[in-house]
Nanobody, 124 residues
């Protein structure tokens, strides 16, 4: 059974940083394209960042470029999201997700497995 478990969320002041982790089990992690999404109440899940199997290529939503960094450690079956210069509008539940193949990586429907999410709250 596949499990994706996010951690590292919390409350931070505007301008601060957080590092999210997503530990995967039950799958061949290095075979999966990984993504991070976020969601606020009443809104659709929003693409944040994605990373290829080896970690050689990364992709970001425009609003997160330059502030967020996605990385992965295949030896630890873990994907990370380093978030800097956080703003109140970054407040959301953050989810990691796994998919086979790199197409349509911006779309939640393309991902096969999801974590339960971790809350990030940025105070002004």
């Amino acid at each position: 059974q596949v499990h994706l478990v996010e951690s590292g969320g919390g409350l931070v002041q505007a301008g601060g940083s957080l590092r999210l982790s997503c530990a995967a089990s039950g799958l061949t992690f290095s075979s999966y394209f990984m993504g991070w999404f976020r969601q606020t109440p009443g809104k659709e899940r929003e693409f944040a960042a994605a990373i290829t199997l080896s970690g050689g290529d990364t992709y970001y939503a425009d609003s997160m470029k330059g502030r967020f960094t996605i990385s992965r450690d295949n030896a630890k079956n873990t994907v990370y999201l380093q978030m800097n210069s956080l703003q109140p509008e970054d407040t959301a539940v953050y989810y990691c997700a796994a998919k086979i193949g790199g197409s349509s990586y911006r779309y939640p429907s393309a991902y096969k497995f999801w974590g339960q999410g971790t809350q990030v709250t940025v105070s002004s």
